[in-house]
């Protein structure tokens, strides 16, 4: 079993910055990919950002230039440094780890509100 834990949600002004972190424990074989997705409110869940083991990373076109994914695979830890926050990234982001099967955390909520 795998376990995904997700921190760094908060509530922001517009243009601040956040970062989230996700922290995988379990019995984990291989790591193809870690990532985050996001689900704002009546919104289906899109793809924020991913890194694969060998440090590849993919990001979706709304975040390119703000947000920054990277990860440390002695931790099994992904991070998502968040820059230039807008109104529209207000979300629950959820942290994904690729294996044999893909497992999802529970989420963090992202508000981004003057």
């Known amino acids: 079993q795998v376990r995904l834990v997700e921190s760094g949600g908060d509530l922001v002004q517009p243009g601040r910055s956040l970062r989230l972190s996700c922290v995988a424990s379990?019995?984990?074989?291989?790591?193809?990919?870690m990532g985050w997705y996001r689900q704002a409110p009546g919104k289906q869940r899109e793809l924020v950002a991913s890194?694969?083991?060998?440090?590849?990373?993919r990001y979706a076109d709304s975040v390119k230039g703000r947000f920054t994914i990277s990860s440390d695979n002695t931790k099994n830890t992904v991070y998502l440094q968040m820059n230039s926050l807008k109104p529209e990234d207000t979300a629950v982001y959820y942290c994904?780890?690729?294996?044999?099967?893909?497992?999802w955390g529970q989420g963090t909520r992202v508000t981004v509100s003057s």
């Open positions: 379990g019995n984990i074989l291989r790591t193809y990919s």
């Open positions: 994904t780890l690729a294996s044999k099967q893909t497992y």
């Open positions: 890194i694969t083991s060998d440090g590849s990373t």
